[in-house]
Every structure is written in C-alpha cells, then in structure tokens.
C-alpha cells in the first residue's frame, strides 16, 4: 500500500530561521503537492512538482522532488510568523486521486 | 480563477439525523470531485471520488451507505452522513479538479470545508 511519510511531524522556529519538511514516499510517485493548511480550515495548493529533479521556488518557498520521484522537501527561508499552519504533502498515485502525508505543524515564534 | 465553496462551514445536529454538505466550484467545471475527511491533528483521508454522472468510487472501510454522494452537475456534488453518529463528528472537505485529463496532475482545489458535530 502506498506510504507517505513527513518529518518532523511538528517544528518550532525563531521568526528569521530557516526550515525544511520532507516528505517520502514508498513508491514512486507521478507528482508531488505540497499545501498549507490552517488548524481546522481548507487547504491552500503552494506547489505541484512531476518531473524527477524538479525545483519551484514561490516568494520564501522553494520545494523539490528528488530525481528517484520518492522524496520531496519543502524549505522555507528566513520564516516568519505568517508561514505558522500545517503542511501537507499529497502524492499522485496515478489513480486519480491524492493521498496525504502526515502533517507538520509549524510554528513560528516572534 | 478556481473557487470552491462547500456549505454548510459548521453544522451541529443531533444524532440520528442525516446532514448533507455541499461542494461547489464556483468558477470552473469539475468533472471529479474528491471528499476527504480529516481527524483533529491527523491528515486528509480520502473518502471518495465523485464523478459528475456516475456512481462515486469509495474508498476502502467507508460506507457508501452512510456516506451517500451525489454529483448531479459539473459545479455541485453533495456528501450526505445518514444517520449521523458521534463518531461522525469531523472535519470533512471536498475539493475539484478541472479537466479531464485523468490522474491527479490537473491540481485539486480545496474548499474550506465543514465541520460536523453530532451530539
């Protein structure tokens, strides 16, 4: 069955500091999504990685998926408290659906 | 562009009642919708996958009986918990997806989704 794992599960950092989340997956995966969520709300889409080696950077974000397609992360530079919630990685399975990790909770202290 | 809105965004009922959550796409057609439940503190966990027409497809250990979808057009799709129970009580969210190009690589958008409380 298809694993999806992320790490750290929660994360702590001053406001200013650098952070990365990974994501990994058993299998290989046909794309890599990566979403915020805010405790108790909808998901917002930051960025769709397909191709092995693929890089995207949004403003202080930038993900990769690795050139195997298992392993994505998720870096995140000069935080700061805005950048606080939940993130997601969604693997495409090739079935038409998503099938989530297991969260990481950021928190950002001023 | 791409809005999805579900209604009702929190709703208490008492149990034994059926409670039914709309999802729509505001400003594009969905040709699949998904519905994902989600646990305090736990991840998404898709339910099913509503196609505009047909019959969902559910995923493994969720009652298609309890949990009845319908996607009667290509803006709406609609999750109905019957006989609501305690344990029903989550956080449910649906999201679309534009095209038809099949497999999850046309992105998903997300509503906001509801939370149900059953007492």
């Known amino acids: 069955s298809q694993e999806l794992e992320q790490s750290p599960q929660s994360l702590i950092v001053q406001e200013g500091k650098n952070l990365t989340i990974n994501c990994t997956s058993s299998k290989t995966l046909y794309g890599l999504y990566w979403y915020k969520q805010k405790y108790g709300e909808g998901l917002i889409f930051l960025m769709m990685l397909q191709k092995g080696g693929e890089e995207k950077s949004h403003e202080k974000i930038t993900a990769k998926l690795d050139e195997k397609k298992q392993q994505s992360s998720l870096h995140i530079t000069a935080s700061q408290p805005s950048h606080a919630g939940i993130y997601l990685c969604g693997a495409d399975t090739g079935a038409n659906n998503l099938f989530f990790g297991t969260g990481t909770r950021l928190t950002v202290i001023p | 562009g791409a809005v999805v809105s579900q209604h009702p965004s929190r709703v208490i009922c008492k149990s034994g009642t059926s409670v039914k959550i709309e999802c729509r796409s505001l400003?594009?057609?969905?040709?699949?919708m998904f519905w994902y439940r989600q646990f305090p503190k736990q991840s998404l966990m898709l339910m099913a996958t509503?196609?505009?027409?047909?019959?969902?497809?559910?995923e493994q250990g969720v009652e298609k009986d309890k949990f009845l979808i319908n996607h009667a057009s290509l803006t709406l799709s609609t999750l109905t918990v019957t006989s609501a129970h305690p344990e029903d009580s989550s956080f449910y969210i649906c999201s679309a997806q534009k095209g038809t190009s099949g497999g999850a690589l046309e992105t998903q958008y997300f509503g906001p989704g509801t939370r149900l409380l059953v007492l």
């Open positions: 509503s196609n505009e027409g047909s019959k969902a497809t559910y």
């Open positions: 400003d594009f057609q969905a040709t699949t």
